[in-house]
Nanobody, 121 residues
Framework: QVQLVESGGGLVQAGGSLRLSCAASGSIFSINAMGWFRQAPGKEREFVAAIRWSGGSTYYADSVKGRFTISRDNAKNTAYLQMNSPKPEDTAVYYC??????????????WGKGTLVTVSS
């Protein structure tokens, strides 16, 4: 079992910055990759970014590439999502997820409960 707890959400102005955190606990040795997803009102949950726990390789959805950065601190068992220059369309509940590096975009083992990010124009 792995528990994921997100923090750092809130209200941010367009063009500002915000950093989300995801603290993992439990069977941490089993973490292969972590990811961030989001769900905007009335829309389906979508993939945002992922990071390989060993090595730190990353990949992003085209919609956030160049603006958001995913990182991790292995010693703290924490993943981060740095959101720079957010846009109003980035408003959503952001979820942390644990999965496999090969297919985390399509299959998640564990989800956090989410943190709301609201971007004002």
């Amino acid at each position: 079992q792995v528990q994921l707890v997100e923090s750092g959400g809130g209200l941010v102005q367009a063009g500002g910055s915000l950093r989300l955190s995801c603290a993992a606990s439990g069977s941490i040795f089993s973490i292969n990759a972590m990811g961030w997803f989001r769900q905007a009102p009335g829309k389906e949950r979508e993939f945002v970014a992922a990071i390989r726990w060993s090595g730190g390789s990353t990949y992003y959805a085209d919609s956030v590439k160049g603006r958001f950065t995913i990182s991790r601190d292995n010693a703290k068992n924490t993943a981060y999502l740095q959101m720079n220059s957010p846009k109003p369309e980035d408003t959503a509940v952001y979820y942390c997820a644990k999965g496999s590096w090969s297919d985390i975009e399509y299959g998640v083992d564990y989800w956090g409960k989410g943190t709301l990010v609201t971007v004002s124009s």
